[in-house]
């Protein structure tokens, strides 16, 4: 394992190169023991564990036939014309309708990769917010595989004003409700701190005689945010997968330079998309906060042809925009199409008001459960 490859407070990475491999018995009593106090000790109060029994009957039926019916991992890419309020024709490049979104692209072949590497794994985690999808593709890449996964959610959705959701409308969240339909353990938190505090506090220990030093412990694997690794994997087999699945539509045969529009997260997506089309022009909102927004932003700011919305002058929106919040915002944009409130949808208000003739929204993923 690299040497301060995770702090006491500030994990700087949950991919260590090798898991520890050999257990001892006096270890693994101690495991053990700390896995039965976790759910019940006052220190993790502010999590619970969110199992089939929680959800609605109807709807986790219609999720079970939705999993079911997933064969098809990467399909060719579904753009859909739409008409902005002011004429101009654009296009959304629309993997709302994938299992995981478009992270079902790219998800179990990197966990492949990682298994050939590290044979020691039985469990893949996540942490990250009940409305995004790298959990949701978590655990499709460890059931397709044949592994478990384990996922430790933020009852608070990435937004900058988000709309509060009840205990019930979370659980029976489109997220939540896949990932309980794929086999996931499920840990709603109150928020990421949490959900980061109970995930480490199971997944790994400090190495005896090293300070500062840690390792995984009982085989857990905690795959990094976004799905983006530090080698530069996930966006390797995205890349291609995006091209492969782009052939034949008007995103690789009729433009030379697409503009495209999409929320930025970790960037994984958005370096993606920029290796798939190198000649491609991003229009970028960063959303998220602390060292993930940090590094998201620096790779936009070295990046030619990457445009960040809310760090440029010269694409402002007006105060009356700016305060409008996620149920706002949905209400208007889901009349032209299906997305993740409070998240890819935010990029809404900006396409509105500057996108062109040709534009692309590049969609990774919806709320609502696909029809098709």
């Known amino acids: 394992m690299n040497k301060n490859s995770h702090k006491k407070?500030?994990?700087?990475?949950?991919?260590?190169i090798k898991l520890q491999k050999v257990i001892n018995k006096k270890t693994k009593k101690?495991?053990?023991?700390k896995l039965n106090e976790i759910s019940n000790v006052k220190k993790y109060k502010n999590c619970e564990l969110?199992?089939?029994?929680?959800?609605?009957?109807?709807k986790l039926k219609l999720f079970n036939n939705f999993v079911s019916k997933t064969n098809n991992l990467n399909p060719k890419l579904i753009i859909l014309p739409i008409t902005l309020p002011n004429g101009n024709?654009?296009?959304?490049?629309?993997?709302?309708?994938?299992?995981?979104?478009?992270?079902t692209r790219v998800a179990p072949y990197l966990i492949k990769k990682i298994i050939d590497k590290n044979p020691e794994i039985k469990t893949f985690t996540y942490k990250g917010t009940y409305n995004g999808y790298g959990a949701v593709a978590t655990a499709l890449a460890a059931k397709l595989n044949g592994y478990k996964s384990e996922l430790f959610l933020s009852r608070i959705p990435t937004s900058s004003k988000p709309v509060k959701k009840t205990r019930e409308e979370i659980i029976n969240s489109r997220q939540v409700i896949t990932s309980l339909s794929l086999n996931a353990k499920v840990h709603l938190c109150d928020t990421y701190r949490d959900a980061k505090k109970l995930q480490y506090s199971l997944t790994t220990k400090e190495i005896p005689g090293k300070k500062n030093e840690w390792e995984f412990i009982n085989g857990y694997y905690n795959l990094d945010m976004g799905l983006l690794d530090e080698k530069g994997e996930m966006v390797n087999i995205l890349s291609e997968k995006i091209k492969e699945a782009s052939k034949g539509t008007i995103l690789s045969t009729n433009i030379n330079k697409p503009r495209i529009w999409l929320v930025v997260g970790s960037s994984g997506i958005s370096r993606s998309l920029k290796k798939a089309f190198p000649d491609c022009i991003l229009f970028a909102l960063l959303v998220g906060g602390g060292k993930y927004y940090k590094k998201a932003l620096e790779w936009c700011e070295k990046t030619k042809d990457v445009i960040v919305l809310n760090?440029?002058?010269?694409y402002k929106l007006n105060n009356k925009n700016r305060e409008l919040d996620d149920k706002n915002v949905e209400e208007e944009r889901i009349k032209y199409y299906e997305s993740t409130s409070g998240y890819d949808d935010r990029i809404w208000l900006y396409v509105k008001k500057y996108g062109k003739d040709g534009d692309f929204i590049c969609n990774v993923?919806?709320?609502?459960?696909?029809?098709k």
């Open 30 to 33: 101690k495991s053990k023991k």
């Open 9 to 16: 407070k500030n994990y700087k990475s949950t991919t260590p």
């Open 89 to 103: 024709k654009i296009n959304v490049v629309q993997d709302g309708l994938l299992i995981s979104g478009t992270k």
């Open 50 to 58: 969110i199992t089939l029994k929680d959800v609605k009957p109807e």
């Open 365 to 371: 993923s919806s709320d609502n459960f696909p029809n």
């Open 311 to 314: 760090k440029n002058e010269n």
